[in-house]
């Protein structure tokens, strides 16, 4: 799996390599979901048969997102695409003695991967699901990890364990929930998925952040809770007459401000413009994604969380 992520040309820093090399993803996978044609096929480390047994093993050691929890044939929960996780912990760059927030807790692989090169004193994740927080807790002390795994509202940030020197969240979000900002140390950075990229924002202070999107792609289970998407706000879901995915993400960073055909138009005509191109503001209770510059002429509200 290491040598796979290594290959498309992430895990430049030893020390993630290392962090990666040596914390198992299968003990944080003990079951996920696979396609099937009925449906999802649930693969699991209990299976009596030695070939599924051994089919499950090999799964949770492929550098792709596996569905973790599914209810009512809906994804609630899934395990990144490892891959991802690295760019996204690389971009982060989290050093010695940094402390870090995670939103989302998922399988506790990431905050595993975090305590890794951090230390488990220095990582903070947090879930709306008791649920997946309990699984997330039990999959990091079978790993021999211990960092704060709490039950909350991601969205509100976790105030008992600030400040924070990174934040980073692991599911989609309509926006960055304004209240971070208060939480973090100034120049810590925020790494988040907006639409179908990913924001990486520097903190100046507790009411201005600005930065710009990475130049991967991600698609993520959408955030729960406070800040879960408002109504008549569009999701990232690719749209089928937009016809590229960077005018699709286009099209959901922009919102209700531009129907996707108009998103279409303007990407054709700025130039086709990748996501490092865009980015996004929140200074004096405002928040906005914008192209090439904060103050250009193509800027679009977001939604505002206190």
């Excluded at 820093?13 to 996920?32: G, K, Q």
Aim: net charge negative.
């Amino acid at each position: 799996m290491v040598r796979r992520i290594e290959a498309v040309g992430a895990l430049r820093d030893p020390a993630w390599r290392a962090a990666f090399t040596e914390v198992p993803r299968h003990l944080f996978v003990p079951a996920y979901y696979v396609p099937g044609p009925a449906g999802y096929e649930r693969l699991w480390s209990g299976d009596p048969d030695p070939a599924r047994r051994a089919r499950w093993l090999r799964g949770a050691h492929q550098d792709t997102a596996l569905a973790t929890r599914v209810r009512d044939g809906e994804l609630v929960s899934s395990a990144s695409q490892p891959s991802l996780m690295a760019r996204m912990l690389e971009a982060l760059g989290p050093g010695d003695g940094h402390d870090v927030l995670e939103i989302g807790a998922g399988t506790g692989y990431n905050a595993a991967l975090l305590g890794h090169r951090l230390g488990d004193g220095h990582v903070t994740t947090v879930d709306l699901d008791e649920e997946i927080t309990e699984s997330a807790r039990a999959h990091l002390a079978a790993a021999g990890h211990r960092p704060a795994v709490l039950t909350g509202d991601g969205a509100r940030g976790c105030r008992e364990r600030a400040p924070y020197d990174r934040i980073v969240a692991t599911c989609e979000m309509p926006a960055i929930p304004a209240g971070w900002l208060a939480q973090c140390r100034p120049g810590a950075r925020i790494l988040a998925p907006l639409s179908t990229g990913l924001i990486l924002l520097t903190v100046r202070g507790p009411d201005h952040a600005e930065g710009r999107f990475l130049a991967t792609s991600a698609y993520f289970v959408p955030l729960r809770g406070g800040a879960a998407r408002p109504p008549g706000q569009r999701s990232a879901e690719p749209y089928p007459e937009v016809y590229d995915d960077e005018a699709g993400f286009l099209a959901g960073l922009a919102g209700q401000a531009l129907e996707p055909r108009e998103a279409l138009t303007l990407w054709h005509h700025e130039g086709r413009p990748e996501r490092e191109r865009f980015g996004v503001t929140l200074r004096a209770g405002r928040q906005w994604a914008w192209l090439d510059d904060p103050e250009g002429p193509h800027a679009w509200p977001l939604p505002d969380y206190a």
